[in-house]
């Protein structure tokens, strides 16, 4: 009994003390100074943390004045925070919580821990000041398709290359450089001018583009006479990711300046809008900014980029979005393309015809990988049904991207009419076979050897889902080879693949059965 009475009055002081130490609230960097929050905002670095349904919701404010939002578990002063810049990219840190300290040590890094402080009441409202109010946003609803990107889009974006280093002058030579190399012809007809074409707005709060270029209207009838359509970008918060104007409280007046310009693409980048919203409104943010698109009459393909987070491939298409971004930022390196390429198997059934899974732009020909393994970013994203938006300099392609990037077979993969993306069906360490149903009954196959040695990579029909015999093609060789039947295998070099359309014979059909082999 006595026990029991000691057990519950411990719990009651814990509790107690649990309750002191609260972690809701603000928490600033122990070092900041009144000069910085004043005078560099671009410094400021804050952490909240609020109750909300029951558990709670922590945001950290980073330099640029973005949002990001950390997941936040409370042991008495024992606290998980786990930033969640994007899907895939979660980045946990233990702390320690004293009544008016929080000391975080970022896990594994060997890092002295960063100690934050409660912000002053002067220092706090100035940081209450610093966060824009939040505008009304729509209920919910799913908004029908609005009938575009029937199969993934295909173009250029200035990004990758670029970054904000364009002008109109570059653009009208990249829409030049992609007729005269093909790839308009080959499909890649998108030419998005990403982050960096902003200008202020004028008195009316019409926004304008920035100096480098003096005419969009000019500019995309230019494209539109080459057969080139035009893609733009801003973001739903006060600022760009890298810190233009953006679109916030101006969603409806953006899309009728964009429609009046001419603009069939839009990029919706969530960049400083976490600063506003929490990632659970994502929904409600892109729905009525496509409701404003749709208002103007003028049809755009409307590209949601929000780094994959809140699961976006779940609502993404009833917010009316025509694509949606799965990932983080890829970059040109093997690691990072093949790290986001091959973890998009278990998003294949949330996309389709006017609606699309996007692991990020193509970086074939930005120099940093080689052949083989631009070749598995090619095959890769045809599997998985991916917008094909390439992102190298076109102006001065080398021949060996253009084949690469315009070669028919993998463009037809890619396109294909049934829009069902494709799945990893073999996992045997580092070697991967994925495939892709396409239409008329062929089956894409890709054999990926993800390794640093030479292997044997191979799968039977039955992974395949194949009966009988298949004819079949050899995709990046351009030439057929024998029949095959029971299985599929080829020695492929390290960060290569092999890449196949399989056509199974008539009689294997799904749901005959095999043919009798006696
Ligand atoms: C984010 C996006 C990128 C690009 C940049 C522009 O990082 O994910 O694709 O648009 O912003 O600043």
């Not at 943010?285 to 590209?303: H, L, N, W």
């Amino acid at each position: 009994m006595l026990v029991v009475a000691l057990s519950v009055v411990a719990a009651l002081i814990d509790s107690a003390a649990a309750q002191e130490l609260a972690i809701t609230g603000t928490w600033v960097p122990q070092e900041m100074t009144a000069d910085v929050l004043a005078h560099q905002p671009q410094n400021v670095r804050v952490l909240t943390v609020r109750e909300a349904r029951g558990g709670l919701i922590g945001k950290l404010i980073v330099p640029g004045l973005a949002g990001i939002p950390v997941a936040v578990e409370q042991n008495g002063d024992r606290i998980r925070l786990v930033i969640q810049i994007a899907r895939g990219m979660e980045t946990p840190f233990d702390a320690t919580l004293t009544p008016d300290h929080l000391s975080v040590t970022s896990l594994g890094s060997g890092n002295p821990p960063t100690m934050l402080r409660r912000p002053s009441p002067e220092e706090g409202q100035v940081l209450e000041r610093m966060t824009p109010a939040k505008l009304p946003i729509p209920p919910v609803k799913a908004l029908p398709p609005n009938g575009l990107a029937r199969t993934p889009p295909m173009g250029f974006s200035t990004w990758n290359h670029f970054q904000t280093g364009i002008d109109d002058r570059t653009i009208r030579d990249i829409g030049d450089a992609l007729v005269k190399t093909g790839m308009r012809d080959a499909g890649y007809v998108y030419v998005n001018i990403d982050d960096g074409w902003q200008g202020d707005r004028d008195e009316h709060g019409t926004l304008r583009a920035n100096g480098k270029f003096p005419d969009m209207k000019a500019l995309a009838a230019y494209l539109h006479g080459q057969g080139l359509k035009l893609g733009m970008y801003t973001s739903p918060g006060p600022k760009s990711c890298a810190g233009f104007e953006g679109t916030y409280g101006h969603e409806e007046q953006d899309a009728r300046t964009f429609a009046e310009w001419g603009v069939d693409y839009l990029k919706y980048d969530w960049c400083s809008a976490g600063l506003i919203y929490d990632d659970a409104e994502m929904p409600a943010v892109y729905q009525k900014m496509a409701e404003a698109i749709r208002a103007t009459g003028r049809p755009m393909v409307f590209s949601l980029c929000q780094y994959g987070r809140a699961d976006v491939w779940k609502w993404g298409a009833d917010a009316g979005g025509n694509l949606w971004r799965t990932t983080g930022d890829i970059t040109d390196k093997w690691q990072v393309m093949s790290t986001i390429g091959f973890a998009q198997d278990d998003l294949a059934p949330f996309a389709g015809p006017g609606h699309w899974n996007d692991p990020d732009m193509l970086e074939v020909g930005n120099g940093s990988m080689s052949a083989a393994e631009y070749r598995t970013h090619m095959s890769l994203w045809a599997l998985l049904a991916a917008p094909l938006i390439a992102g190298h300099d076109v102006r001065s392609s080398a021949p060996e991207t253009v084949a690469l990037l315009t070669n028919r077979e993998v463009i037809a993969i890619d396109q294909d009419a049934l829009g069902r993306p494709g799945r990893r069906v073999v996992r045997r360490g580092p070697l991967e076979v994925w495939t892709r149903p396409l239409e008329g009954k062929k089956i894409a196959v890709g054999l990926f050897n993800r390794g640093e040695a030479p292997a044997k990579v191979e799968a039977s029909f039955t992974e395949l889902g194949i009966k009988g015999r298949a004819g079949a093609l050899d995709v990046w060789a351009q030439r057929s080879l024998d029949a095959l039947e029971g299985i599929v295998s080829a020695e492929v070099e390290p960060h290569a693949v092999m890449l196949l359309v399989l056509e199974p014979s008539a009689e294997g059909e799904a749901g005959k059965p095999a043919a009798s082999k006696k």
